[in-house]
């Protein structure tokens, strides 16, 4: 049901390590009619705890969260409880600053995630999470890949950026080293990069990769600006 057609407003949870963004967000949420902030977490546990206490109509986490878990891990995990529970799929919105296309495909493959970007206006960020409500499409940013990766040396690609080498991946993707590397040849071509770190330096400007260091709990956030 769309949101302009209900008498109550949408109940929402925030989930973000950053308090002062997630308080900004439910300040400037106050303001509207149909969207109303009923609770904060800045853990994914706790926020798992608070989905299962209110059971909110939307949901929305930043991507990076404390450790290694991210908001997109956040709603898979929310999607299984509900799976195993029968129960209809919540909304998901994921907000980041850094909406890299690994980010992207991961959050096209759970159902009903929205991502969204901590970067755009206040305003648009409302409209997405109304979209969101609505069932609208799962993307709501586009990132270009200036380099023309295949699949395959995407998936290479964030494992380097995550510090891995070639060793590792192939146990990881249970391909070998030979492939790997083949793989790692053709990612240092396409960005005309003499070593796998300057790839990644490169891929990471252009937003294929979100760096790991990003979004900390450190960063200075507020609406409409760079976040997580």
Same mark, same amino acid.
């Given at each position: 049901?769309?949101?302009?057609?209900?008498?109550?407003?949408?109940?929402l949870?925030v989930?973000?390590?950053?308090?002062?963004?997630?308080?900004?967000l439910?300040?400037?949420l106050g303001?509207?009619?149909?969207?109303?902030?009923v609770?904060?977490?800045?853990?994914?546990?706790?926020?798992?705890?608070?989905?299962?206490?209110i059971?909110?109509d939307?949901?929305?986490?930043?991507?990076?969260?404390?450790?290694?878990?991210?908001?997109l891990?956040?709603a898979?995990?929310?999607?299984d409880?509900?799976?195993?529970?029968? &129960?209809?799929?919540?909304p998901?919105v994921?907000l980041?600053?850094?909406p890299?296309p690994?980010?992207?495909?991961?959050?096209?493959?759970?159902?009903?995630?929205?991502?969204?970007?901590?970067?755009?206006?206040?305003t648009e960020?409302?409209s997405?999470?109304?979209?969101?409500?609505?069932?609208?499409?799962?993307?709501?940013?586009v990132?270009?890949?200036?380099?023309?990766?295949?699949p395959?040396?995407?998936?290479?690609?964030?494992?380097?950026?995550?510090?891995?080498?070639?060793?590792?991946i192939?146990?990881?993707?249970?391909?070998?080293?030979?492939?790997?590397?083949?793989?790692? &040849?053709?990612?240092?071509?396409?960005t005309?990069?003499?070593?796998q770190?300057?790839a990644v330096?490169?891929a990471?400007?252009?937003?294929?990769?979100?760096?790991?260091?990003?979004?900390?709990?450190a960063?200075?956030?507020?609406?409409?600006?760079?976040?997580s």
């Amino acid at each position: 049901m769309a949101y302009d057609e209900i008498d109550q407003p949408t109940r929402l949870i925030v989930v973000d390590d950053q308090r002062s963004f997630a308080e900004a967000l439910k300040l400037a949420l106050g303001l509207t009619d149909d969207l109303r902030v009923v609770g904060l977490e800045q853990g994914a546990g706790a926020g798992l705890a608070l989905v299962d206490s209110i059971r909110p109509d939307l949901i929305v986490t930043s991507y990076r969260l404390i450790g290694t878990v991210t908001g997109l891990d956040l709603a898979r995990q929310v999607r299984d409880k509900e799976r195993a529970e029968a &129960r209809e799929f919540t909304p998901v919105v994921v907000l980041t600053a850094f909406p890299a296309p690994a980010v992207i495909r991961r959050a096209r493959e759970i159902p009903n995630v929205v991502v969204l970007s901590k970067r755009s206006a206040i305003t648009e960020i409302v409209s997405g999470l109304r979209r969101a409500v609505d069932g609208g499409p799962s993307v709501g940013v586009v990132v270009d890949d200036p380099y023309s990766l295949s699949p395959a040396e995407m998936e290479v690609l964030e494992f380097l950026s995550a510090g891995h080498n070639a060793s590792s991946i192939a146990a990881d993707l249970h391909l070998s080293v030979h492939a790997i590397r083949a793989r790692i &040849r053709g990612l240092l071509t396409k960005t005309n990069s003499s070593s796998q770190l300057e790839a990644v330096a490169k891929a990471t400007r252009a937003g294929l990769v979100v760096p790991p260091a990003f979004d900390s709990p450190a960063s200075v956030v507020s609406l409409g600006t760079a976040s997580s």
